[in-house]
Nanobody, 124 residues
Framework: QVQVMESGGGLVQAGGSLTLACTAS????????VGWFRQTPGKEREGVSCLSWGGSSTAYSDSVKGRFTISRDNARNTLYLQMNSLKVEDTATYYC?????????????????WGQGTQVTVSS
């Protein structure tokens, strides 16, 4: 049984940093295109950052480019999202996804595995 779980969310002041982690059992991140997505109430889930299965290609939304960094540790089978210079508008539930991720457009296209989400709240 595949399980994908995010951690690291929380409350942080604007300008601060957080690192999200996503661990998986039953699948190897290194064999899938993966990504981080976020969603706020009433809005569609949007791509934040994506990574190709081989690790050679990354994509970031314009709103986070230069502030967020996606990375993967294959030995730990963990996906990370380092978030710096956080803004109030980054407040959302953040989801990790594996498989069915368009890593170029950073768009979900029939995602195979979603995590349950972790809440990030940035206060002013």
């Amino acid at each position: 049984q595949v399980q994908v779980m995010e951690s690291g969310g929380g409350l942080v002041q604007a300008g601060g940093s957080l690192t999200l982690a996503c661990t998986a059992s039953g699948l190897k991140f290194g064999t899938y295109n993966v990504g981080w997505f976020r969603q706020t109430p009433g809005k569609e889930r949007e791509g934040v950052s994506c990574l190709s299965w081989g690790g050679s290609s990354t994509a970031y939304s314009d709103s986070v480019k230069g502030r967020f960094t996606i990375s993967r540790d294959n030995a730990r089978n963990t996906l990370y999202l380092q978030m710096n210079s956080l803004k109030v508008e980054d407040t959302a539930t953040y989801y990790c996804a594996a498989g069915g991720v368009n890593h170029v457009a950073c768009r979900p296209e029939g995602v195979r595995y979603w995590g349950q989400g972790t809440q990030v709240t940035v206060s002013s």
